[in-house]
């Protein structure tokens, strides 16, 4: 065989290759500028969606942040309330605790008072009763004294009686003799 065959076939299939080449390329350029444009769509599609997305989720979370700040600032509010509510009846209960602790304080300064009156009446009563026990005692003592002295007069009286010749008994007759 011969050498000139050794290029001319390489040179034939590459001008047949070229052919089919330059053919196909107008047909692949148009199906990748499709496919770009159809790359393109897509991603403009998949940009759209996301930023739809980011724009939905921006607005979830300024609605969750309007949420959350307004939970926040009614509990807060709750909470002062509570406060002040607290605060209000604390207030009420002590002032309802002042009332009656000067009502008390009155009530004990008066009953002090009363307990001095009445401490006072005692001691006044006890003194009168010792009093009167001292003179019922001097009574008694000025009857013991009488009636001793009642004695003496009377025993007095019987001795004198008994030394006189008008109480002295007769003697007695003498016996008679019988015989």
């Not at 053919?23 to 769509?41: C, D, F, L, P, Y």
């Not at 998949?46 to 939905?56: C, F, I, R």
């Amino acid at each position: 065989m011969k050498k000139w065959f050794y290029v001319l076939f390489p040179t034939a299939m590459l001008g047949i290759f070229l052919v089919f080449y330059l053919s196909s390329k107008k047909e692949t350029e148009a199906r990748e500028q499709i496919h770009r444009e159809e790359m393109a769509k897509e991603k403009a599609d998949a940009d759209a969606k996301k930023q739809a997305a980011e724009a939905a989720a921006q607005a979830d979370a300024e609605r969750r942040n309007i949420e959350r700040a307004k939970a926040e600032a009614d509990a807060a509010k709750e909470k002062e309330d509570k406060y002040n509510a607290d605060m209000a009846r604390i207030k009420a209960d002590t002032d309802k605790s002042n009332a009656t602790a000067d009502t008390f304080s009155k009530q004990v300064s008066e009953l002090t008072i009363e307990l001095d009156n009445l401490h006072k009446q005692k001691d006044e009563h006890t003194r009168q009763a010792f009093d009167l026990a001292k003179q019922i005692e001097l009574a008694e003592v000025a009857r013991r004294n009488a009636e001793l002295e009642i004695q003496r007069y009377t025993e007095m009286i019987a001795d004198r009686a008994d030394e006189s010749m008008m109480a002295k008994m007769p003697p007695a007759p003498p016996p008679a003799k019988d015989s």
